[in-house]
Structure formats: structure tokens, C-alpha cells
């Protein structure tokens, strides 16, 4: 996963991190917004489950 | 012509003057950062207070607070008098051989890490040495952080001396052996293995969470803890704001405690003359430092929130998103992190569980959130980081991140903290040094070792000794 063709540090001259240059930087990013939008909507189904038993 | 020549002269003088100047900046900048780490990881100890003062009971408040205090305060010697010596000179194993590096081996350890001889003058003040004290400060906070670590797993029940020679042994033994091993440039799990572990999350969480376990399973669990068929009780804390503020008050420190994992640049002992480093050589910034701590916060906390919706268990998922991972913060990119700490934060509790169902009661589920969740952190690397150099360098002069090397190393932190955990907690309990009697523990425990009342004004109201039914 060395994002540089030769794995040497000294061959690094800016981005370092894992999957630079390829396409698991925006995948990462797309499925990390896919668990914030799926956890709010499980935690509102939940949330609103719980607060109806309390409905008079 | 003279006149040019007296020019330039001057010009270099100037230039030489500017240089020198320039140089005494960034020595005085490089002694300022690491100073200012320990303050910071201060804060962890006053969040490790709170929240094991939070999440013991009435009774036992204030001696938890005792014996957490008195932790940190015999952490400083003793890792002054040899757990310093360790780390410089046991990297390259028990031999105390030098290492390639030339910064270790029993030889290089004794000529700067003991308080005695011609060594004592890096172990002082010394106009001549302006990195000594500070690195010093930075792993001794270091070393008191895993004492923490382990106090809060052992709440209510324990001795307190036997409690100290325990956190003696893991802050300034255990932990530093994993360190030598592990950290230093030199370390036979780097040079040999290519075992990479930047934020610690092997060689301080799991060490530390690891020995919390050997020492739980001679402890044994609070009264009240289990019924007859096994199951457990839920043993709540007095306080549990407190215990959350406490929680958030470590995450703070663990800025100071991440930031000292850097080496600056520009110093005689800098691996580079103009960037920042890991201790293993490796370039790094405090950028992605920044990125990756929040986002790994932030993906722990609603890892956990998802199935608990306890804020004890959402500032653990914090701390358990940090721990994740701690090994790669110097190259994970950020969604990445983000990724690997809710799954830390989504698999703490059944792991904090699993362990419950098996008799051990970990009061603050230490064991988990820093012993698994820290070796889970150090093979996560393994699996992303793959192909990465470990070390300064390229890939064939120096070992690169695999999967089987961190997994090597996840196993030699696991046994670095369990057995020595086990083993001296073991010989406590057959001097009669590790746990108090069980009068005591159902008086509470600040009745007999306190002169003092964490809520004197509450005293005559609050259910002081009455702890759980099952007592």
C-alpha cells in the first residue's frame, strides 16, 4: 500500500498516506459518510421506537 | 578589492551570527515541545482520577482516588532509578547488545540513564543537555499512563501496597521492555520484524490492558459482582458525570501523549535536519496527527453509541478509536481511520462482555478497551500498512509493515504484560498483599484507609456500605 513506485521514504516528497494515487482514499471516504448517514438513521428508527412507548 | 573582501567578511559574520541564532531557536523550540507534552499528559492522569473516582462507589471513592495518585507519584522514581536504563538498553533483547543504530545496548544505557557515575550528568541539570530532562519527563508520563490504565480495572478491592509494587512493575518493567522492543529504532521487533507501532497502542494499551488481566484473574471479583449461577451484576459508580468528564479529560492528554511520539527536526539527535519523524525515523507531521486522532475519536464514539447509547461506553469508544489506530496514525488517511475506529467502537462492549461471562471483573473495562482494542489496533496495521518501510530507508535495506510481523508483535505485548501481571499478582496473593479482607471491602474501603470523606455533607444520607444486593 506504499503509495510511491520505489518503497523508500526518501522517494517521499508529499502525500504519504495509504492508497494515495488510487481509489481507496474517496472509497474510504464514501463509506465513512455512509456509516454517519446509517447510523442516524437506525439511532432516529430506535430513538423513535423507544420514545413511543412512553406515548399516552 | 579590500573593501569587497571586508564586506563579504562582514556579510558572513552576519550570516554565521544568524545561523547560530536560528540554532539556539530550534534547540529551545525542540526542549519547549517535548516539556509541554508532559503537562498534557498530566491531564490524563487527572481524567484516569476522575473517572476511577467517578466509577467507584460512595464507599470507596476517595481510596480509589488514593491509589491512583500514589501510582503516578512512585512511577517518577522508579522509572528515574531503572525503567529509563531499560529502554536504552535492552532494544536488541535481554543480551543488552548495541543495536545498529549505536543509541543502545547495557553499555550506551549505562553511560547516559543512570543516576550515578559519569552517566548522572544527563540524569540532572546540566546547562550542555537541554534534551535529556524533557525526553526523560515525556516516557516517564509514558510509564505512568499504564499504571493508570491497570488501576482502574481493579477498583475496591485491592491493597495498596500490593497495588504499588504491581504498577511498579508494569510502568518502569513490563512496558519498557515492550518499548526497547518495539519503539526504538533499534528494537529486534523493528529491525528484525518491521514491527510498527507509532502511537503505542501495543506496547502501552495492550501491555498494560494485558497485565490488568493477569492481575484480575488472582484478584478476583468484587463481592456482589456475580451470583451463584454465574451471571453478573451491574456494579454502578457514584458518579458517573464524573466518570465521563474523566473520560474526556484522557482523550485531551492523549494530544500531549501523541504529540511526544514525534521527534523534531533539526538537533543533533533529529533523524532529519528539516521534518518532523516518527521514532522509528519515519516522516511525519502534527497535521496528520490532527486529521487522524479526530476522525478515529469521532468514528469510535459513534461506533459505540450505535449499541449502547451509554456515555461511558461512547468515551470509551473514543479512547477505543485512538487505540485502533494509534500504530498507523503517522499514514492512515483519515476516512480510513475513521472506518477502523467504529468498528473498535461497534465490537468494545461484546468484548467487555465476552470477558464478564467469563468471571473477570474489570471495572472500567480496561482489559478491552486497551489490551484488545490495542492489539486489534497493531494488526489493523498490519492488514492497511502492508509494504510500508518500518524504518528510515527503503524497502529490502530495512523491513517493511506485513501482516505477520504485526501480529508477531500483538503477541509479544500480550505476553509481556500478561504474565508478569499474573505472575506477580500471583506472589501478592500468597503473601496476603493483594486483596483486602472481605470485612473491609463491605465497609468500603475509604472507611478503613481514608482519614478523610470524599461528601462529608452526604454522609449520613447516603447508602454509604449498602453497595449491591448481592452483598
Known sequence: MFPYEEA???????????????ALPGFATVIAMIICVVVLVIGQRSEAAKMKMFDK | MEEQIAELAAKLAELEAATAGAAITNTMFAETFYYLTIPLMIIIHAGFLAYEMGASRLKNVLSSGVKNILAFAFMIPTFYFFGWWIYWGLPTGITGAAGPAGISGAEYASSIAWGWGDAAQYMGPNIADQASGVFFGAFALFAATTASIMSGAVIERIQTIGFIILAIV????????AAAWGWHADG?????????DFGAAGLVHAVAGFFALGVLIN???RIGKFNPDGSANHIAGHNMPLTVTGLMLIIVGFWGFLMACVIVPGEAWSWFPDKPSTIYGTPITLSALSFNILMA???????SWLFTRD???????ALAGIISTASGLD???????????FSAGIILKPCADWLEKRGIDDAVG????????GLYGVVMLGIWGAGYPALQGAAGEVPTINLMGQIIGAVVFFLLGFVPGYVVSFLLKKLGMLRIPEGAELAGMDVVKVPAEGYPEWAAAAPSSSAHPAE
Do not use: N
Open chain 2, 170 to 177: 508494569l510502568g518502569s518493567f513490563a512496558w519498557v521492555v
Open chain 2, 188 to 196: 529486534w521487533l523493528v529491525t528484525k520484524f518491521g514491527v510498527h
Open chain 2, 311 to 317: 456515555p461511558f461506553w461512547m468515551m470509551s469508544g
Open chain 2, 331 to 341: 499514514i492512515y488517511f483519515p476516512a480510513l481511520a475513521f472506518i477502523i475506529a
Open chain 2, 366 to 373: 480496561a482489559v478491552t478497551v486497551h489490551g484488545t482494542i
Open chain 1, 8 to 22: 523508500s521514504w526518501s522517494a517521499v516528497d508529499g502525500a504519504m498516506f495509504m492508497g494515495w494515487g488510487g
Open chain 2, 297 to 303: 475519536i469521532a468514528g469510535g464514539i459513534i461506533g
Open chain 2, 219 to 221: 484478584l478476583g471479583p
